[in-house]
């Protein structure tokens, strides 16, 4: 009979959520486990394929304050965590540069009207440079007589996301997390099959974690459901021909699209998202679109070698933002809704759950217990699920930790 492993913290599912938590939990002397579906190359996270832009102005055209918050304080987190991984990760704050074709200079004031809107205002003053023709040659040599107007987003920055994924669970593991890999759709209340019993369970699953995130208010017998995924398309490409710095933003209505250069003339060739639950292949108008918008920004992504035509879907709650949710009574913290902020806010919000998670190991109140910096406002949730449906509940959203 095998022998039943006691750990302080069980941590359901090894994207980045999961990762950054096992590292900082294990950092601070508790004892981890790490239970993930497939295997320890993270190709099943949203995480693997994103272009991991760590941008909170930029993001503040499309998004809430709320989430440029998240992200300033998670931008300078990551600065400091980047330098205490084992081994050299890519990582840069060059800025982000706007640019836009002449026919399309009207989606300019939208743009920076809704930065100004939502983003502080210190903020805008201090990152938002508007530059003539010259000053976007000079920040993108290549880009030189393109584009006669620009706007630098200065102190924005990007990391190498597979990298980073590589070298958190290394150190991770090094620091004594014990990892069940291939374990398929586990759920808490399958944890004893693999001999695993945990103080605190965290649950880190995004999408997978579907049931426990449905609207407790629908009525009895209505399943509405409070997480989905949307649908996000992205290309990487080999261009050395191409010699960008930073990563770039097009503004067009209709094809908004972002290339992140990376290490060895690698780019990343994203746009926004769509609103399905469709996680079939990239379709040729896609591509089309993509790599069109990405040739018109600079010809010579023309001669660049498509190396992957990636397709994700990004765990979304209803208001686009993500949450804690802690259930005191039965000792389960569910982290989720990252949406397509997760490089940009992931930092703050793990930080958080795992001051809950170390809270409750101690057996303090997790309400009372975090930090007043690390109870970012709406983030942390108290639930109370049914004792008959723990491990699958679709938990009953209680009050807000304040």
């Known amino acids: 009979m095998t022998a039943v492993k006691s750990f302080d913290v069980a941590i359901l599912g090894a994207g980045l959520a999961g990762r950054l938590c096992a590292w900082l939990l294990v950092r601070a002397g508790a004892r981890v486990a790490l239970v ?14 994103a272009a991991a832009m760590l941008a909170p102005l930029a993001e503040s055209a499309i998004a809430e304050r709320r989430i440029v918050d998240l992200g300033m304080a998670s931008v300078d987190l990551w600065r400091a965590w980047i330098q205490e991984l084992p081994e050299p990760v890519f990582f840069q704050e060059d800025g982000t540069l706007v640019v836009w074709h002449a026919r399309d ?36 040599p290549e880009l030189a007589g393109r584009f006669p107007q620009g706007l630098l987003l200065k102190g924005e920055g990007q990391l ?80 050395p021909d191409v010699k960008l710095h930073r990563p770039i933003r097009l503004l067009h209505p209709r094809y908004p699209i972002y290339i992140a250069p990376k290490p060895n003339d690698l780019y990343v060739i994203g746009a926004t998202e769509i609103e399905s639950e469709d996680d079939s292949p990239m379709s040729v108008r896609s591509a089309l679109e993509l790599l069109s918008a990405a040739h018109s920004l600079h010809p010579a992504f023309g001669e660049a070698r498509v190396l992957e035509l990636n397709v994700q879907r990004r765990p979304t709650r209803p208001d686009h933002l993500p949450a804690i949710r802690v259930d005191q009574q039965a000792r389960v913290v569910r982290v989720n809704g990252l949406y397509r902020h997760g490089w940009l806010i992931a930092p703050a919000v793990t930080e958080a759950a795992c001051a809950v998670v170390r809270a409750l190991l101690a057996g303090d109140p997790a309400a009372h217990a975090v930090p007043a910096s690390l109870r970012w406002p709406g983030l942390i949730q108290s639930v109370e699920e049914p004792a008959h449906l723990r491990g699958t509940a679709v938990p009953g959203l209680g009050s807000l930790l304040h």
């Not at 502080?120 to 003053?125: H, I, K, N, Q, S």
């Not at 609207?215 to 949307?230: C, I, M, Q, S």
């Open 160 to 239: 190498d996301n597979r990298g980073a994924l590589r070298a958190l669970l290394d150190c991770a593991v090094k620091e004594g997390v014990h990892c069940i890999w291939e374990a398929g759709d586990v759920d808490i209340d399958l944890l004893p099959q693999f001999d695993l019993r945990a103080n605190v369970v965290l649950d880190c699953r995004g999408l997978g974690a579907r049931a426990a995130w449905c609207d407790p208010t629908a009525e009895p017998g209505v399943v509405k459901p409070g997480l989905r995924g949307l649908r996000g398309e992205v290309v990487r490409v080999h261009a």
């Open 105 to 140: 200079r009207s989606e300019v004031s939208l743009f920076t009207g809704r930065m100004r809107a939502v983003a502080p205002p210190e903020l805008v003053r201090e990152r938002l440079a508007v530059l003539d023709g010259a000053g976007v040659a000079a920040v993108e």
């Open 36 to 49: 993930e579906r497939g295997g320890p190359d993270g190709t099943g996270a949203a995480a693997h394929v």
